[in-house]
């Protein structure tokens, strides 16, 4: 119970994606007396502190004064009452696609639509909210964000590299964390709550401490990217986590419609601190007016796929890495050089010299680094190619095909829920390696079709279909990703379309558009498009200044789409984003998209 008459709450399990059974909370609207259930139209899901529970939240649902508004809260992974090693999730990827899972869960359990949905977000919580929005796109009303942990403070110097070290040499451990219930508070009534809560969560492993730096830091650097209504909240006198980041954070932030509030005097525990009415009130102020604007002004925080390839934070990247650097400057020299060190690799490294020859983003290095086994000239290029293939670029390109197999399974489970054939075509397959690893025991499967405008690529995705023992339903032919009459005439017409690693390579989005409209005119209604894309990558220089493309040597420049102007295109050609997987660095999603 709540202190709010006529409110309850109900203790229930949403499931994860790897099937892992989340705990949450559910505050019903608000009944007044002597009348009957009310069915909310609202809803604001409110995320807790690093070490804390939801069952440390109750005081943000009375405070919040919203009657009408049903209330969510978890227990993130590996607290509370949530399973996992206590302070531990596999990584922070994780924790963020649960946010996204368990969103989904509300608006199809609940029937509250996504545009509908306000987030209250602490700390730790805040950085895995942030983050969803920037990987994951969603179409909520609007973000709140309290004291995010954008940057842990250590107090110690080089604290972050030492942990960092000795994870490499040990593996993951456990650190206790220094944060006492007085750094957090001047309530008296919550510190002593918080010292006796024997459910708080006192240790933290190091691989989630140091995947929220690495969360934090992306944030703050592609904060342009984020589209969503957004109010910050930032403690005054924070002993916790560094204030500048989140003031550099909310500068770069993408939506117009955005407001920061500094509370003097405030520790790290802003939404439980005293004197907290205040920030409930500019809470309710401004998710009041985000929900009274006019759905004009709400465009604003849209994305205008017309012209955001050219008028865009990214598309402004993308001209900076094409412009030559100084002969003179340290990083001219750095580049000019690098050719000459890519070659002296590629004498002995098989994968630096396949990249040199065929283009590192052609489909035969993609099908290299999905084998993923080293090979070159004794052991000097043996453990260079190790390292090649450990480069975080390629990590995340074998951790999507993974995600390209499950949302392939999915969409193929639903067709045959559904009762319709399952016919897949791949518009750009490469070698196809990883729709035939995917299908391959699915029997369900009617037709595979793998296209590809390489001679190359088609001969050896040939090879591969007979490795396989699939010639029987499976054919490869050449064809142009971008036609779009030569993608609506294909015969018989796909129920589950597939782009992989395609859209990615190419900054215009004429191309794209030109694309899926061609898919959305094969693909009939109910059928499925599973789609990748590329919304950041840490090493976006030294590929566009260092490697070159498949297109004729030339230097392979990319231009990073957010995830919400890649789902804004999915969206205008016909489809609906029904489901989507990141990796933990953000570089890379597969989303499942259904043909409306």
């Known amino acids: 119970m709540t202190g709010q008459p006529g409110r309850f709450v109900e203790e229930k399990h949403f499931t994860a994606h790897d099937g892992t059974r989340i705990f949450y909370r559910h505050w019903h609207p608000a009944v007044p007396a002597g009348t009957g259930a009310v069915t909310a139209q609202r809803a604001v899901v409110i995320l807790h502190r690093g070490h804390e529970h939801s069952g440390r939240v109750g005081h943000i649902v009375d405070g919040l004064r919203m009657p009408e508004a049903a209330m969510f809260a978890w227990d993130a992974r590996g607290h509370g009452e949530s399973p996992g090693l206590r302070g531990d999730s596999p990584d922070m990827g994780v924790s963020i696609n649960d946010l996204d899972v368990f969103v989904r869960r509300i608006t199809r359990e609940y029937g509250i639509a996504c545009e509908n949905i306000v987030v209250v977000a602490q700390s730790v919580g805040a950085v895995i909210a942030s983050a969803w929005v920037h990987d994951y796109a969603p179409p909520i009303r609007a973000l709140v964000l309290a004291s995010p942990a954008f940057s842990v403070r250590l107090y110690v110097p080089f604290a972050r590299q030492g942990l960092a070290l000795m994870r490499a040499r040990r593996g993951n451990f456990f650190i206790n964390s220094y944060v006492k219930a007085k750094l957090l508070t001047h309530d008296a009534e919550r510190q002593a709550s918080y010292d006796a809560d024997t459910r708080i969560t006192r240790a933290i492993s190091v691989n989630i401490l140091l995947g929220l730096y690495e969360t934090g830091e992306r944030m703050v650097d592609d904060a342009a990217a984020m589209r969503v209504p957004t109010q910050l909240f930032i403690s005054g006198s924070d002993f916790v986590v ?330 205008e050609a016909g489809f609906r984003k029904v489901d989507q997987l990141a990796d933990q660095w953000g570089i890379f999603s597969v989303s499942l998209a259904t043909r409306t």
């Not at 949302?407 to 729709?435: C, F, N, S, T, W």
């Open 242 to 571: 560094h204030k500048e980041p989140q003031h550099r954070f909310f500068a770069r932030l993408g939506c117009a419609v955005k407001e920061k509030h500094v509370l003097p005097g405030f520790y790290h525990d802003a939404l439980g601190e005293k004197g907290r009415e205040q920030a409930f009130a500019l809470i309710r102020d401004f998710v009041n007016r985000v929900y009274e604007l006019p759905e004009k002004a709400r465009e604003c925080c849209g994305v205008d796929v017309a012209s955001v390839d050219r008028w865009s934070p990214s598309a402004d990247v993308h001209r900076d890495l094409q412009a030559p650097l100084s002969l003179l400057s340290p990083k001219g020299l750095y580049y000019r050089l690098y050719p000459y060190l890519l070659r002296f690799v590629g004498r002995f490294s098989k994968g630096v010299a396949l990249g040199l020859e065929a283009g590192f983003d052609s489909g035969s290095t993609l099908d290299y680094v999905y084998r993923n086994q080293p090979e070159g000239v004794g052991r000097f290029g043996r453990f260079a190619d190790r390292q090649y293939l450990e480069s975080i670029g390629w990590r995340g390109i074998r951790i999507r095909k993974r995600h390209v197999e499950a949302m392939l399974a999915a969409a193929v489970a639903g067709l045959v829920e559904k009762g319709q054939p399952v016919r897949i075509v791949d518009i750009a397959a490469g070698h196809g390696r990883y729709v035939l690893d995917a299908v391959r025991n699915q029997p369900a499967v009617e037709r595979i079709l793998l296209r590809d405008y390489s001679d190359r690529n088609v001969e050896a995705g040939r090879a591969s279909i007979r490795e396989r023992g699939l010639a029987d339903k499976a054919s490869f032919e050449q064809g142009d990703a971008f036609n779009r009459q030569s993608l609506a005439a294909i015969d018989p017409k796909p129920t589950l379309a597939v782009v992989s690693g395609l859209y990615e390579l190419f900054p215009e989005n004429a191309p794209l558009r030109e694309s899926l409209a061609g898919l959305a005119d094969a693909v009939p209604s109910g059928g499925y498009l599973v789609y990748t894309n590329q919304p950041w990558h840490p090493q976006q220089e030294m590929i566009a200044r260092g490697l070159t493309s498949h297109m004729g040597g030339k230097p392979w420049v990319m231009r990073c789409r957010s995830q919400a102007e890649m789902d804004a295109l999915v969206e």
